[in-house]
C-alpha cells in the first residue's frame, strides 16, 4: 500500500503570510480629524456650529463685533429668518444693510439709520445749492465778458482813424535862424522883401 505525500508549505515560502499580515502593511496611516472653528454668531450664543450654519459665511470668527451688533437690535432668531427667505446672491448685502442699520440705531435710538439719512440728504441739498451759486456766477461772469467784448469791439468801429503824420513846415523864423550867414548878416533883407506878402491871403474871387 502506497502513501501519499502531502507537501506542507515552509515558513519561508510566500504563501505562508497571512493576508491580514498583508494588508496591515500596505494601509495608509489615519488623518487626523479636522478642526471647525466656529462662525462668530454660534461662538456667541454657545452652540454648536453646524457644516451647513446659514451664519458662518456672513459671520466669520475674525469678527464678533459684527454679529453682537446686530444680533443687540434685530435678535439670532429674527436674522436666520431673513437669510433663509433671501437668495444666497443677496445674502451679504443683506446682513450689511442690518449690520449698518443696528449701528446708527445704536448711536441713534430715536431716529436710528433714518436721522443718518437725513443729516445726509441735507448735506447733500447744502452742496446742491453752492454748486447753483457757483455756476450762476460763472454766467454771470460770461455774460460781463461778452458785454465788455461788445463794448470795445463798437468804440473801435466807431473811433476816426488816426490822422497820418504830417511832414514839418519850417517857420520863417527858423529857417532866417538856421541860416545866420545868408539872411543874420543883412538886416535890410526884411525890409527890401516885404514879408508881409508872403502872408498875404488870396481873394476869394477873381
Known amino acids: ?116 439719512i437725513c443729516q445726509l440728504q441735507k448735506h447733500v441739498n447744502e452742496l446742491q445749492a453752492q454748486l447753483a451759486k457757483a455756476q450762476a456766477e460763472v454766467v454771470n461772469m460770461q455774460l460781463q465778458q461778452a458785454n465788455l467784448v461788445a463794448l470795445l469791439c463798437m468804440e473801435a468801429a466807431q473811433s476816426p482813424p488816426s490822422p497820418q503824420p504830417t511832414p514839418h513846415h519850417q517857420s520863417v523864423d527858423d529857417f532866417i535862424r538856421d541860416s545866420p550867414q545868408s539872411y543874420g548878416s543883412n538886416p535890410s533883407f526884411l525890409e527890401d522883401n516885404n514879408l508881409e506878402s508872403l502872408w498875404e491871403p488870396e481873394p476869394l474871387w477873381t
Do not use: W
Request: charged fraction near 20%.
Open 1 to 116: 500500500m502506497e502513501h501519499s505525500e502531502v507537501a506542507t508549505p515552509s515558513a519561508s515560502s510566500p504563501q505562508s503570510l497571512s493576508p491580514k499580515s498583508s494588508s496591515s502593511s500596505t494601509s495608509p496611516p489615519p488623518t487626523p480629524p479636522v478642526v471647525i472653528s466656529p462662525c462668530a454668531a454660534c461662538k456667541i450664543l454657545r452652540r454648536r456650529c453646524a457644516d451647513k450654519c446659514v451664519l458662518a459665511p456672513y459671520f466669520p470668527p475674525t469678527e464678533p463685533t459684527k454679529f453682537t451688533i446686530a444680533h443687540r437690535v434685530f435678535g439670532a432668531s429674527n436674522i436666520i429668518k431673513f437669510l433663509q427667505e433671501l437668495p444666497e446672491s443677496q445674502r451679504a448685502d443683506a446682513v450689511s444693510s442690518m449690520v449698518y442699520e443696528a449701528s446708527a440705531r445704536i448711536r441713534d435710538p430715536v431716529y436710528g439709520c433714518a436721522g443718518a
